[in-house]
């Protein structure tokens, strides 16, 4: 945390959902950082830019409405759409279950319908979505993204293949901190090794999330 704190820095989230129930690792953030919220889901996009309208009036956060792909485009990616009488029951994390691949949301399936008593699957819905490269994004902020220090992702699945992409770009932050829960073994650990070979130290940062921390 204490490289946080030091030097004037920026960060980039993706996968922000609605920047309320998503954002713990930010919450050692200098008031002074600047950041980019990247978020797919129409929905949740426009509750993100609610919920921070005074930092993005302050010129403090940009959001971007996209997914995080290997190429520019358009993809579909499947949610959850329920009408609010559904919704209301359903667990509080069944809004951030977003995925380009839909077999990642019937993972969850059985789980919420113990919890809720609702079958999900009917309301699993595909969504035409923008994708934008690691690269495509520094380029369209790299006003705020010149002293990135931190990445934040929450890619439901895909966490390996965005933090390989930041990898590939050649931009390596300080700090970057990804969902590993739902990644597979191997590919969980090819992963730390690439990151190793970086100069990365990794540790369990929650339940869900690691940290690579590259110090130099």
């Known amino acids: 945390r204490a490289l946080l704190l030091d030097f004037e820095y920026s960060y980039i989230q993706i996968g922000a959902h609605t920047g309320v129930s998503n954002s713990d690792p930010l919450g050692f953030l200098r008031d002074d ?5 990247v978020e797919p889901i129409s929905s949740n996009f426009m ?32 949610s959850i759409q329920a009408p609010e009488t559904i919704a ?34 009917p309301f699993i819905k595909a969504t035409d979505i923008t994708c934008e490269t690691v690269g495509s994004l520094f380029q369209v902020h790299e006003p705020i993204l010149n002293s990135l220090r931190l990445v934040v992702i929450d890619a439901e699945g895909h966490d390996a293949k965005i933090v390989r992409n930041f ?24 992963l730390m ?24």
């Open 88 to 121: 209301s029951r359903l667990p509080d994390y069944a809004t951030q279950l977003s995925s380009l691949d839909m077999s990642h949301l019937l993972k969850a399936r059985e789980r919420i319908k113990q919890k809720s008593g609702i079958d999900i699957e």
């Open 167 to 190: 990898i590939e770009a050649d931009i390596c932050p300080s700090i970057m901190v990804y969902e590993a829960a739902h990644l597979f073994t191997t590919e969980k650990q090819d």
């Open 33 to 37: 950082a600047k950041g980019v919220l």
């Open 47 to 78: 509750l993100l830019k609610e919920n921070f309208k005074s930092q993005i009036s302050a010129g403090n956060i940009i959001v971007h409405n996209a997914a995080v792909c290997p190429s520019k485009g358009v993809m579909q990616m499947y």
């Open 193 to 216: 090794e690439v990151l190793k070979l970086r100069g990365y130290t990794l540790s369990a940062f929650s339940k869900m999330d690691i940290m690579a921390v590259r110090c130099s």
